[in-house]
Each structure stands twice: as structure tokens, then as C-alpha cells.
């Protein structure tokens, strides 16, 4: 044993999806997308690339995550996340957007299955494998609850700005 102890994984896990999820940029990805040169076509290319990709390196990444360990394979997968967005930070030319979105693609790749399954097998591992269905609930509950945290943030944000602006007025 480790570490940590494999009972922490779901926990860790549900952690990491709430932190991994908060993304202020999302509302005005296109924005930057287009201040940096790209057209709406090209915008439309990196995401037809990110699904090509993911399509593409979806079986060889899973033998990649049975072979090594689930752990190693989702390492990988936050590793090429990030050499993605530093890509993605000084690209301004369409083709290294489209090599972050290939990257981008394969990183949902060694990421995808691995999750459910790291999660699957800890619980098993202390024979509590039929709480999966709630706690992969809760897990994938993080997002959502980022999301809304995200919102209220941008929310709050807004009505100080148009208060502010009206008081000027």
C-alpha cells in the first residue's frame, strides 16, 4: 500500500472533479479564440479534431490504463491537459490550436473509463462496492456543483458592476 489509502480515492476523486470543473474561462472561450485570429470555422475545426482524436485513441489509451495502472493513465491524462492549455496560451496560429485540440482529445481519452473504473475497484477493494452507484453519483454531481458556484461568482460580479454603474450615473 501507498500512500494513501485506496477508501481516500473516491473522496480524492470527487475533490479533484469539483477544483477540476471551476473554469471561468468556458463563457468566453470563443472570444479568445477569436482574438487570437481564428475564424468561426476554425473554432468549429478544434472541436471536430478534440472528437477525431478522442475517437481515434480511445482503445489504444485503454490497453495503455490496463497495462500500467489506472492511476499512471489518468497522471497522463492531466499532464497532456496541461501542455494543451500552455499550448493553447501562446498559440496564434490555427495549427498549433489544432495540435492543442489533438492533444486536448487525447487526454479525454486516457482519461475516459479509467475514472469509474479507478473508483470501482477501490471501493471493491473495501468491500464496498455496491455504495458505486452513490458515490459515483456524488462524484459526478462535482461538476455541477462548480458550475453553479461559477455562476453565482459571475453573478454577484455582474450586479456589483451595473450597481457601480448606476451610482455614476
Sequence with gaps: MGIMSVKNNPKIYFWAQLFGSVSFIAPVLALFFLHRGLLLSDIL???VIDVVFSLIFEIPTGTIADRFGYKISLIISQVLLIASMVIWIFAFDKYMFYAAAAI??????????????????SLKENGKEKTMSKVWGKIMSAPQIALAMADLVLDQWDIKKVRTTAKKK
Design 45 to 47: 475545426v478544434l472541436f
Design 104 to 121: 486536448a482529445g487525447i487526454s479525454c481519452t486516457f482519461h475516459s473509463g479509467v475514472k469509474s473504473a479507478l473508483i470501482y475497484e
